[in-house]
């Protein structure tokens, strides 16, 4: 990945909220909450739970479905200078796959030009060297995997709850996204308060909007915005006020949900040191499904159902 694109974890503390709030599988999905707000717009907690509840549980449905796709991931770092005009720019494309449970990229090209033959047997020893460890690993290393899973599961159920007390909604409407109509919720921080799991800490820094499909209840598009200056650690990294992303899914062979842009500006200084004022632009491509054989539709096709 970039260099930049290490500091989007924090904003993802956010995104977890529809993509990593997953629960054991459910005997059923719960059924939609009828989202009706009050007089100023406003929707209650308990709407918004149930809500969250059955996109996190939506979530998990297609997290299985897109194990079983590769992309192309085009990523572009603007670096900018003081006055925020571009300085450098860096672009780097991969494929993305999953090999044993484990989401892998391997680099294909650097500013839209193919690997040297050197570099590109690099890559090639690289998943080789994954798909031979995880093959022939003990008994005792896969539970290890199977335990780290179930923490993350266990941390995202943890982060959804945080979410739902962290914040107030307002349902400001409807929209049509790619063809299909989403709730359009906005997410402002609630005053008073108070967090009580450590990464839930950042939430009052943020502000987002999220687009929530409302046929598959499937979370579309993510708009999140740093409204105060991010610290983490004593001296590990400071995200300035200002800093964005915005985050978009596709609907691909009207069955999954898989990333379609990503699109962020941030603002970090690094060690208290180091000042990284960069643009990213990811991009997704090429969705192709390697487990069965099924017909690939293109974005715009998919955008016209």
Not at 26 to 53: V, Y
Not at 178 to 207: N, S
Not at 226 to 232: A, F, H
Request: net charge negative; glycine share 4%.
């Amino acid at each position: 990945m970039l260099v930049g694109s290490r500091i989007l974890l924090l904003f993802w503390l956010l995104a977890a909220v529809l993509a990593y709030g997953q629960q054991d599988p459910p005997a059923a999905i719960a059924s939609l909450p009828d989202l009706k707000p009050d007089a100023k717009g406003n929707l209650s907690q308990e709407q918004m739970q149930q809500l969250f509840r059955v996109v996190a549980d939506k979530d998990m449905e297609n997290d299985k479905r897109l194990r079983d796709y590769t992309y192309m991931e085009r990523d572009e770092e603007h670096k900018l200078d003081g006055k925020g005009q571009v300085k450098s720019t860096e672009a780097k494309t991969y494929e993305v796959m999953e090999l044993y449970g484990e989401q892998v990229q391997r680099l294909t090209a650097k500013d839209d030009k193919p690997l040297d033959s050197k570099d590109a047997a690099k890559e090639e020893e690289k998943i080789q060297k994954l798909i031979d460890k995880r093959k022939n690993e003990s008994e005792e290393a896969r539970t290890k995997h199977e335990q780290k899973e179930e923490k993350d599961r266990e941390e995202g159920r943890q982060f959804v709850r945080e979410v739902a007390d962290a914040y107030n909604f307002h349902l400001f409407g409807t929209e049509t996204l790619g063809g299909r109509e989403a709730w359009v919720i906005d997410a402002t921080p609630r005053p008073g308060y108070e967090p009580h799991i450590k990464d839930a800490k950042f939430l009052p820094k943020f502000r987002f909007r999220a687009w929530i499909d409302k046929s598959d209840a499937q979370w579309a598009k993510l708009d999140i915005d740093c409204i105060d200056t991010v610290s983490v650690g004593l001296f590990l990294a400071r995200i300035h006020k200002g800093s964005r992303i915005e985050i978009e899914q596709t609907r691909v062979n009207d069955e999954v949900w898989l990333p379609q842009h990503l699109g962020a500006k941030i603002d970090v200084r690094l060690a208290l040191v180091k000042e990284y004022n960069v643009e990213l632009e990811q991009t997704f491509r090429d969705y192709k499904k390697f487990r069965a054989t099924t017909k690939i539709l293109a974005v715009e096709e998919v955008e016209k159902k």
